[in-house]
């Protein structure tokens, strides 16, 4: 069995709460997934088979369980399952994260950790709860009411964070750290101290991965990678090869490589309107 959709949350949270993917498969020996730095924290509510992450610079930080949730990371994961794969995936942005597992962002970000284990409400009922409904309306819908009340609940971080990292994603990385320290009125110390709590990664962190998110989606859509390199405002070619692998250990042609020997069955984005993974080949 093969099944994907995905919902956008309800018009009032998508602000906060980029939408739902729902999600069975059944896989035949190990199936792996490359998930490249986003900036958006994934809650994966599952009621299958465990589920293991790994960075692929790090493989020290990893996690498994049926139930995963991960933060914004600057370096890639690899996901890989066997057997039944089957849940919901609930996508954040980081300042609703740090609001609902009121959790200092930075101390997880790049360790996958089960839900539960940052907040026990509403996360440690919440699987059980969606298993019980047996449409995937009545899924997103009930998402829609938890979060609603979790968010009305708990106070707003900084909005000098919030204004940085929106600063940040619509300039596409392209800002001074020194800028948005100044037009904050704090340091650049206490910017990025302030940041790395409620984002999870320093500003230049961010950054580098909305510089990433510019170039892949100009690869998408047709430019070689050396142009989507130079208007990503990478210094040059090497500079984006050498970039690119240190985030997500591969090269850039292999990256690209890897999603067009996927499966068309395969939708390999969980975020609309950016590259967010590849899907690589089955093992036995």
């Known amino acids: 069995m093969h099944e994907l959709l995905s919902r956008p949350a309800a018009a009032h949270l998508r602000a906060e709460v980029l939408g739902y993917r729902g999600f069975r498969f059944d896989v035949i020996g190990v199936r792996r997934r490359l998930l490249v730095p986003d900036g958006v924290v994934k809650v994966m509510l599952g009621f299958g088979d465990p589920l293991r992450v790994v960075d692929t610079c790090d493989p020290v930080c ?40 009121k959790v200092p962002m930075s101390e997880w970000s790049r360790l996958p950790v089960a839900p539960e284990e940052l907040c026990r409400s509403p996360w440690a009922e919440l699987p059980a709860r969606l298993a019980e409904i047996p449409r995937w309306d009545g899924r997103f819908a009930l998402l829609d009411q938890v979060l609603q009340e979790a968010l009305a609940s708990n106070p707003v971080g900084s909005p000098e964070v919030a204004w940085a990292w929106r600063r940040i994603r619509r300039s596409c990385g392209r800002t001074r750290i020194e800028d948005l320290a100044r037009e904050t009125g704090w340091s650049r110390r206490h910017l990025e101290r302030r940041f790395r709590c409620q984002i999870g990664l320093s500003p230049k962190g ?79």
């Open 206 to 284: 961010a950054a580098q991965i909305m510089r990433l998110q510019t170039a892949l989606a100009l690869r998408e859509t047709g430019s070689t990678w050396s142009d989507a390199a130079a208007q990503a405002g990478y210094h040059d070619q090497p500079h984006f090869d050498r970039t690119f692998k240190a985030m997500t250990g591969r090269t850039p042609s292999a990256f690209y490589a890897n999603r067009m020997a996927a499966s068309p069955h395969d939708a390999q984005d969980f975020v609309p309107g950016q590259v967010t993974s590849a899907v690589l080949r089955h093992r036995a």
């Open 62 to 101: 990893a996690g498994s369980g049926v139930s995963l949730t991960n933060g914004v990371r600057a370096t890639a994961a690899m996901g890989e399952h066997t057997g039944l794969i089957h849940g919901v995936t609930v996508l954040l942005t980081p300042l609703a994260a740090h609001r609902l597992f």
